[in-house]
């Protein structure tokens, strides 16, 4: 019997014999070497798509709104300011029935007269008489806390204590008054004086130049405390 390349017949011993040898590689040989190489392409997929996820999840986490368990979506809340309500565009006439404050004289040759606080060795000076009226003239420009008008409150040697004042209006003229030693910016209410802040004159007298802001005509009272302690307060008008 011929020899073939891919049979081999084994007869001498009277026994038959058959060995079979492949021509090529199996069918399942070949997917076994496609799978990893297939793997390998989809791991590297997944590790591209998951690092373009967390690049936009990092460039728009900025664009956000915070989420709490406790609030939910937080968002930005507007900040509160400082500055009043509007107020009228004019300024009314003072009235002249408001109850009677401190009579308006002279305490002093260096300073004109004014209005006495308290019982105390404090006055404000910058009222009309005779009864204490801040008469506003015409071209006063307008702030957003009122109209300033300028005074100036001047304590004796003896006065050492802290003072506070502060001032609120009667009837029609329900607003608070704001003060300010410096321009309308810092404008507050109630305003706090230190003596021991404030360098006296020659003669042992200090003084604080301010504006106080009124945002209506009308009656108004105001209110001093000095070391902490509740004085007797003034009544005044205010307009044009």
């Not at 915070?66 to 507007?78: C, D, F, Y």
């Not at 009314?92 to 260096?110: H, M, Q, R, V, Y």
């Not at 004042?165 to 109630?190: C, D, I, K, R, Y």
Request: aromatic share 10%; hydrophobic share 40%.
């Amino acid at each position: 019997m011929s020899e073939q390349s891919d049979h081999n017949v084994d007869v001498g011993d009277g026994e038959l014999h058959i060995e079979v040898s492949p021509l090529s590689p199996s069918l399942d040989a070949g997917r076994q070497t496609a799978s990893p190489r297939r793997n390998a392409r989809l791991w590297r997929a997944l590790i591209a798509a998951i690092a373009i996820a967390v690049a936009l999840a990092v460039i728009f986490s900025g664009f956000l709104p915070v989420r709490t368990p406790l609030t939910g979506w937080a968002l930005p809340q507007p900040t509160a300011t400082g500055t009043p309500a509007p107020i009228p565009v004019l300024l009314g006439k003072a009235p002249s029935d408001c109850p009677p404050g401190n009579p308006i004289e002279t305490f002093s040759s260096s300073y004109n007269s004014g209005v006495n606080l308290g019982g105390l060795h404090v006055w404000l000076v910058g009222f009309d008489g005779p009864h204490a009226t801040l008469h506003y003239t015409s071209g006063v420009p307008l702030t957003p806390y009122g109209w300033p008008h300028k005074v100036i409150l001047v304590a004796a040697p003896d006065v050492t204590q802290q003072i506070v004042l502060a001032a609120n209006g009667m009837g029609n003229a329900q607003s608070s008054v704001w003060f300010s030693t410096n321009g309308w910016e810092q404008a507050t209410s109630p305003l706090i004086l230190t003596p021991e802040l404030t360098s006296p004159s020659p003669d042992g007298w200090r003084a604080w130049v301010m504006n106080v802001f009124v945002r209506s005509s009308g009656c108004f009272y105001l209110d001093i405390q000095y070391g902490g302690q509740e004085m007797s307060g003034t009544y005044f008008a205010a307009g044009v």
